[in-house]
Nanobody, 123 residues
Framework: VQLQASGGGLVQAGGSLRLACTAS????????VAWFRQAPGNERAFVAG????????FYADSVRGRFTISRDDAKTTVYLQMNSLKPEDTAIYYC?????????????????WGQGTQVTVSS
């Protein structure tokens, strides 16, 4: 399945952005979906994940309490609401999906990846 990430942009520190991830087959109904990010010179790192069967969510320590991952009712889009943004949140954000559950932060377990959307937070 092809994923499409959108919603990135330039924002001042303390501001908010909402990223969206959609799937070419129109549904994430039975998929675990996660957001990762990659800053220049760094490896791609886990940000947040959403399970499909119990609505579980899981966050990296660096974003817990500021970011929220959610799905729309029709399970067609997964969002990442980012509040209280900091300059260190600057990165390209990627969404990823898999059919297995759990193990949200393990990159190799994800079969589908979006193209990434740039988030830049100015100080």
């Amino acid at each position: 399945v092809q994923l499409q990430a959108s919603g990135g942009g330039l924002v001042q520190a303390g501001g908010s952005l909402r990223l969206a991830c959609t799937a070419s087959d129109g549904t994430f109904r039975r998929s675990t979906v996660a957001w990762f990010r990659q800053a220049p010179g760094n490896e791609r790192a886990f940000v947040a994940g959403s399970g499909w069967n119990r609505g579980d969510t899981f966050y990296a320590d660096s974003v817990r309490g500021r970011f929220t991952i959610s799905r729309d009712d029709a399970k067609t889009t997964v969002y990442l609401q980012m509040n209280s943004l900091k300059p260190e949140d600057t990165a390209i954000y990627y969404c990823a999906a898999k059919v297995s559950s759990g193990n949200y932060a393990f990159k190799p377990s994800y079969r589908s990846w979006g193209q990434g959307t740039q988030v830049t937070v100015s100080s």
